[in-house]
């Protein structure tokens, strides 16, 4: 381990420090007319960073060989498979973010900033193999994204919804940090690989405190019921391009965060989180079904909707498997597709002055008018529901698959029970598309970067998708290695 | 078998013409519909000339790794066979049923039926365990956008709760699957068939699948999502829901339920016996006093359904064979009854028994074709539905011979509710003279009618041409099933002589008399 072989490791990092701090630079000097450069110029740094963590996902690197400052740091294939993720969808929250802002009175230069800042400080969570490490990275990705989410000064809702995250999201912090100290005081250590295998055998009352603590503070962040209550009010009033990349970008960071710390720091005590998890994600799945049936803005039904989605991914985490683990990163790639799909759909909705158009009635015959828009807003929506022949199936086919090989029968059956729940609000959506009669509330086209967001999601989300599911599995399956070699 | 690849073709051609018909004019959707669905037609026709009677048990086999956690398999026995023949027999009728009713948002229209029928292809076709849950449920969205955008007034509650209903029969179904590969690392439903799994698990996993299959049939009492569905449907969506969809209920039975877990099926026979023939009293019953011609067709659907599930669970051939042909028949017979509905709804707009009356006056051809539909419906020999019927009911017969006769009740309640229907609409006064001034029956609907009538003949005079490619499936069938058999109520046991117990009591009041 040397200082020189660190650095190249955390190369990605490095660069998207570089450039973010340029690019603040270019802003200071150049102002708000520089957002759109700034913005291409954010997507191609996070393009490149991208290919600077590819190859640790293709080469399947992990254990010593991509520890990094004395095992602070992982730049094994796990990160990468989450890193590719992140990247991606912060690019694309990047992408649609300008025609938005400009409509909305002005695009400022510091949105594509402070998103990469994010995208760097989710990179570190996802990396993080130190609690310290993880604080850090969680930090640094949360405030962006509560400046992120006020960025719309315009708009009462969007700082109302910046000061509910900050609130909530500083006291999840502390009560994560909590955590730490206890684990920390117990198991003698901050690092991971300490933790693992200093927490052996049966738990003493005081570090399972800390773990219970760990996982509340994790839980808010993937808004996971009983922490989810900032979710719909935040992903309500945050401009929709910041909702965009909060329901995609750091739900994969704060996942892959939690999936680490239990299965490789906790590894030891799967028996002690399994119940925590298998609770939350019922609780998840029923909460989020049932809370979304009554929502008539499309954003909070899409939080509703993320809540749900989270609930299935942690009955991957509760099979505590390497299957359960690979099925998860799946679940997380599909979902993040599905996700932009809906959201650039959402992003094309407009009314005549130009106005976003929210409210779920004034969607209703929307399949008249704009066709198009309507057919890949239904196909998200049943993606979502999970109904094959569409790829969401997908996701939660291989997670229920992990759960009843790792003998979760029952969980797997209420889960799936309960997921008919939730299929009745993506019905709903679709019923107000395609059999009501038109409000012709919505005009306006889909332009140019849009269509391709939106039509390039609806083709992975579309049967088509199945034929990626071998490559997407042997990645997910390499990247779940890496995760449990080091345990 | 490594040949053309047939099957995958045949899916191909009504995917293909889906999205074509997508983004084509309401006049071009509607071309493209019918000639791929011809074209469908044609190669269903050729698969059924080049099944080989007595060959190979699965044929048109196709294998092709795709995907990860299961492939794209197709082959087919002659089970698979004859509803294959079925679903692309009806879908070109379905087209010209819809070809002038429809007039709203036909490219829709056409694409979500040619999607339909690729789902109903492969659903039969599958020989991968979890490609035929993704085209069995996939099902579930065409028809819903069917019933929610052209049914009728109620038509959001109706699509809603057949979603609903059939979505949740089938998650858990899912769930049944996945353990069973975990248990046996195979995804080939071939190999699952001849699978001896241990008699505990059976139990489960038999009702995961039953609560899957019996939504879709429907059977009683989750059948109510199909009175609802029907009557809200647009003609060519009932004609498809009754033909086709239903019988993927029983499919499931024959080709799940029954070989994989023979020691539970007959553990189960009489729960499903009791279910059937409270279906067929029952919804004969509620059928008798229906105001409304789909809803009345829709129940007797549900009590010919559970004839059906009679004969799969008699546990013998004489009941394979029958319910497999009362499948095939009610396909014909309940698709034609909903087109014979859908024809006087074109014109007058309302399914009301009520508003017809005496319509053999001014429709003397439709009522001939109505009261052919009608009685092969009762059942009538010589018809497709008698010939399902009576082996059905001599299956079951020799399993219990109390089931039969409370079924056998189902037939006299059919002949009633069928013939009352048939007097009211046809026959007696014509009280209403909207209903008295209908036209008879178009070229077009003449077109649609006459090869039902043909092909309804066809089975009930020849079944032979039916039964005789299902004949070795049904058989490898029994003798799977012939272990687990639950033994019938009606044993042929040898009787004494009759002659000499004759002389011997001769003997004795002789003996007495002295």
Redesign the interface.
């Known amino acids: 381990m040397n200082w020189a072989s660190s650095l190249r490791l955390v190369a990605a990092e490095e660069f998207l420090s570089v450039a973010g701090l340029v690019l603040l630079l270019v802003c200071a000097w150049a102002g708000d007319k520089s957002a759109r450069l700034v913005t291409w110029l954010a997507v191609a740094a996070l393009a490149v960073a991208g290919v600077l963590v590819a190859p640790a996902l293709f080469g399947g690197v992990f254990g010593a060989e991509a520890s990094a400052f004395y095992g602070q740091y992982a730049a094994d294939s796990f990160s990468s498979f989450a890193k590719l993720l992140i990247y991606g969808a912060a690019g694309v929250s990047l992408l649609v973010a300008p025609g938005f802002f400009e409509r909305q009175g002005g695009y400022r230069a510091e949105y594509p900033v402070l998103a990469l800042f994010a995208a760097l400080g989710m990179g570190l969570m996802v990396s993080a193999t130190d609690m310290l490490t993880l604080y850090v990275g969680l930090e640094m990705n949360s405030l962006a994204a509560y400046v992120l989410a006020a960025m719309s000064r315009s708009d009462d809702r969007s700082p109302e919804a910046g000061l509910k995250y900050f609130v909530l999201g500083s006291l999840a912090s502390g009560i994560l940090l909590f955590g730490i100290s206890l684990t920390y005081g117990f198991a003698g250590s901050t690092s991971f690989d300490a933790i693992h295998t200093a927490l052996v055998g049966k738990m003493s009352t005081g570090s399972l405190f800390g773990l219970v603590f760990i996982l509340v503070g994790l839980s808010f962040k993937i808004s996971a019921v009983p922490f989810h209550m900032w979710t719909p009010d935040v992903y309500e009033g945050a401009p929709t391009p910041v909702t965009t990349f909060f329901a995609t970008a750091p739900k994969v960071a704060a996942l892959a965060l939690t999936m680490r710390v239990t299965l490789f720091a906790f590894g030891m005590q799967a028996a002690a989180w399994q119940q925590i998890i298998v609770a939350i994600s019922l609780l998840s799945i029923v909460v989020g079904a049932l809370g979304a049936i009554g929502q008539g803005n499309i954003k909070r039904l899409m939080a509703y909707s993320s809540i749900n989605n989270v609930g299935f991914m942690l009955i991957g985490l509760a099979a505590a498997t390497p299957g359960g683990a690979a099925s998860m990163l799946v679940y997380l790639s599909i979902y993040v597709v599905m996700s932009i799909g809906g959201f650039v759909a959402i992003l094309s909705l407009r009314d005549a002055e130009g106005n976003s158009v929210e409210k779920i009635a004034d969607l209703a015959g929307l399949s008249r008018s704009k066709p198009g828009l309507a057919f890949v807003l239904a196909m998200v929506m049943f993606s979502l529901a999970g109904i094959p022949p569409l790829f969401g199936f997908w996701g939660k086919f291989v997670v229920f698959q992990s759960a009843v090989a790792a003998g979760l029968v029952p969980l797997a059956t209420v889960g799936i029970a309960a997921s008919v729940i939730g299929a009745f609000y993506y019905l709903k959506v679709v019923k107000v598309l395609y059999f009501d009669e038109p409000a012709d509330k919505v005009v306006g086209s889909v332009d140019g970067v849009h269509a391709v967001l939106l039509y390039g999601s609806a083709i992975v989300i579309s049967p088509i998708g199945y034929l990626f599911t071998g490559w997407l599995g042997g990645l997910a399956q390499s990247a779940a290695a890496a995760l449990f070699h080091a345990a | 078998m490594t040949g053309f690849p047939i099957l995958s073709l045949m899916l191909a051609v009504p995917a293909v013409a889906a999205v074509a018909a997508l983004f084509a004019s309401a006049g071009a959707a509607r071309t493209i519909a019918l000639v791929a669905t011809l074209i469908d037609l044609a190669l269903g026709l050729d698969l059924w000339a080049n099944y080989q009677i007595g060959g190979p048990q699965w044929q048109f086999v196709e294998h092709a790794q ?4 299961f492939s794209w398999a197709l082959g087919i026995d002659g089970i698979a066979l004859v509803l294959i023949v079925l679903s692309v027999f009806l879908m070109p009728i379905c087209i010209g049923a819809s070809w002038d009713a429809i007039e709203k ?1 036909v490219p ?1 229209y056409m694409a979500a039926f040619l999607f339909m029928e690729t789902l109903m292809i492969g659903v039969f076709a599958a020989q991968d365990l ?1 490609l035929f ?3 069995f ?2 099902g ?2 065409p028809m ?2 069917i019933i ?2 052209w049914g009728g007034a109620d ?2 509650y109706a ?2 709760k057949f ?2 209903y059939t ?2 029969g089938s ?2 179904m ?2 049944a699957m ?2 069973i ?2 248990l046996t690392g195979t995804t080939s439903i071939p190999v699952l068939m001849e699978y001896n799994f241990p008699v505990q698990a059976q139990y489960l996993l038999w009702l995961a699948f039953f609560a899957s299959f019996a939504v879709k049939m429907p059977m009683w009492p989750v059948h109510t999502w199909l009175p609802d569905a029907h009557v809200q449907a647009p003609t060519a969506g009932s004609v498809i829901l009754a033909g086709v969809l239903l019988k993927m209920g029983g499919y499931g039975f024959i080709r799940f339920s029954l070989p994989f877990f023979p020691e539970a099926s007959a553990y189960f026979a009489p729960l499903v016996w009791g279910l059937s023939i409270v279906a067929v009293v029952y919804t004969s019953l509620v059928a008798l006093v229906q105001s409304d011609m789909k809803k009345l067709i829709a129940y007797s659907s549900v009590a010919h359904m559970a004839i059906v599930t009679l004969g799969l669970f008699a546990f013998n051939r004489q009941g394979l064979e029958g319910s497999m042909v009362v499948m095939l028949a009610h396909g014909l017979v309940s698709g034609a009854l909903f087109l014979c509905v859908g024809v006087i709804y074109d014109r007058l707009h309302t399914r009301e028994i009520n508003r017809y009356g005496g319509i053999a006056i001014n429709m003397p051809h439709y009522a001939l074709f109505f009261m052919f539909f009608t009685m092969a419906s009762v059942g009538l020999p010589a018809t497709a539905n008698f010939v399902g019927e009576f082996l059905s009911l001599q299956g079951i017969y020799k399993a219990s011979s109390w089931t039969a006769l409370i079924a056998g009740t189902g037939i006299i309640l059919g002949a009633a509710y069928m013939l009352y229907l048939y007097r009211r609409v046809a026959f007696g006064e014509q009280k209403n003279a909207d209903a008295a001034a209908m036209p008879d029956l178009t070229a077009r609907e003449y077109l649609l009618l006459t090869p039902l009538v043909i092909a309804t003949l066809w089975m009930g005079i020849y079944p032979e041409s039916f039964i005789a490619p299902i004949r070795a499936d049904i058989a490898h069938l029994d003798a799977r099933l012939a272990a687990a058999r639950p033994a019938g109520d009606a044993q042929v046991t040898p009787g004494h002589p009759v002659a000499e117990t004759h002389e011997s009591a001769e003997h004795s009041g002789e003996g007495s008399e002295k």
């Open positions: 795709l995907f990860s956690g948002r829709e979890f849950y993704i085209l449920e996939a579930l969205i819903y956008l929610g955008i038509r959001i699509s809603y979603f609903l979505l949740l998650v858990l899912l769930i996945l353990w590969v975990n």
